[in-house]
């Protein structure tokens, strides 16, 4: 079935540090997906891309849409404490109905560099 | 406020007992999924409603059931058939068609 690699799958950070991620499949996706879970919470969309190539921030996040349609990534820049968390990428393939077929990555877990 | 209410946060259960959780959002979602989580995975769909009375199996709906007779109501069984309960359950609401989905605070299920 489809798979999203995500990577890294757990790193630690110092406050001001910039933070990438990225996720790849063999598969292409129509659109793709950030999400940000707190610990005990639900996931909250933080970025969503549809066309290859789109590159789009919100605030200090950055996500592009790979130009291949296999691929994200997602910078956090000048990370703060409370950007800790799982960070979650997922892949979306439409068939031509109102139902897409959403592929959830297995998360990046972001802590703090003790 | 707008947004996504799952009960109980916790719930702790006998083998052989099946459990619902709750799900209701008031954001006039058409649709409505459940989601399991376990640790150091993703999200893996468990069942999806995209209208009331109508619901589909996700990618793991052994030992589960759903019903949805209210469009803002969509509870999770999880019947004493499912070998592994114990898990992290995520309700979410929102458009299957854009992947943009609001996820409810969780329900986590310990079977004793």
């Known amino acids: 079935g489809q798979q999203l690699n995500q990577s890294p799958q757990s790193m630690f950070i110092q406050e001001g540090e910039d933070v990438s991620m990225n996720c790849t499949s063999s598969?292409?996706?129509?659109?793709w997906l950030w999400y940000k879970q707190d610990p005990g919470e639900g996931p909250v969309l933080l970025i969503a891309?549809?066309?290859?190539?789109e590159l789009t921030s919100n605030g200090r996040l950055t996500a592009q849409f790979g130009i291949t349609r296999k691929d994200s990534f997602l910078n956090i820049s000048a990370s703060i404490p409370s950007d800790v968390g799982i960070y979650f990428c997922a892949g979306l393939r439409n068939y031509g109905g109102s139902q897409g077929n959403l592929i959830f990555g297995k998360g990046t877990k972001l802590s703090v560099k003790p | 406020d707008g947004g996504i209410t799952q009960s109980p946060k916790y719930l702790f259960r006998k083998e052989g007992q099946n459990v619902t959780l709750s799900c209701e959002q008031n954001?006039?979602?058409?649709?409505m999924y459940w989601y399991r989580q376990d640790p150091g995975q993703g999200l893996r769909l468990i069942y999806y409603s995209q209208i009331v009375n109508d619901f589909q199996k996700g990618d793991i709906a052994e030992g589960y059931s759903v019903s949805r007779e209210k469009k803002e109501s969509f509870p999770l069984t999880v019947t004493s058939a499912q070998k592994n309960p114990t898990a992290f359950y995520l309700c979410?609401?929102?458009?299957?068609?854009?992947?943009?989905?609001?996820f409810g605070e969780g329900s986590r299920l310990t079977v004793l």
């Open positions: 891309l549809y066309k290859a190539g």
């Open positions: 954001l006039n979602h058409d649709a």
């Open positions: 598969s292409i996706f129509n659109t």
């Open positions: 979410a609401s929102g458009d299957l068609g854009t992947g943009e989905l609001f």
